[in-house]
């Protein structure tokens, strides 16, 4: 499990969306991290839920106009939660508009050159 959700947030700094996202979701168990493999600022924020990981890094993707990426991946063994969050993407997306951040699932098939941009819009993008 590793699905992506593109993010529009009011906040224009990595720490400060990721930390609203965290918190939107209840989520009390996250660290930042380094990694050269999250550009542009090779940096990410990992949150530990009980039954899932949730992910916040910069886009470094000229397709969308959303600056952060939310990656839902599979439960860390260790220091998680007590917080179960929705493993259904689409549920998880609908959590977040919620809060008023603007959300993208894209399509199957994304990270591949020729995506044709398709996905489903929550939030103020859905209207």
């Known amino acids: 499990m590793h699905e992506v959700i ?12 990721a930390l609203a996202i965290f918190q939107t979701l209840g989520l009390d168990v996250f660290e930042e991290r380094e990694s050269s493999n999250y550009p542009p600022e090779n940096r990410y924020f990992i949150a530990h839920a009980a ?7 910069c886009s470094d993707d000229d397709r969308v106009p959303h600056p952060y990426w939310v990656i839902l991946g599979p439960r860390v063994l260790d220091g998680s939660s007590q917080v179960s969050i929705p493993a259904d ?6 959590a977040l508009a919620a809060s008023g951040l ?10 591949k050159i020729d995506w044709n941009g398709s996905g489903d819009a929550y939030g103020r993008l859905a209207g």
């Open 6 to 17: 593109f993010v529009h947030s009011p906040l224009p700094a990595l720490q400060d969306a």
């Open 51 to 57: 039954n899932a990981s949730l992910k916040v890094c």
């Open 89 to 94: 993407i689409s549920i998880l997306a609908e």
């Open 102 to 111: 603007e959300i993208f699932v894209p399509s199957k098939g994304w990270s």
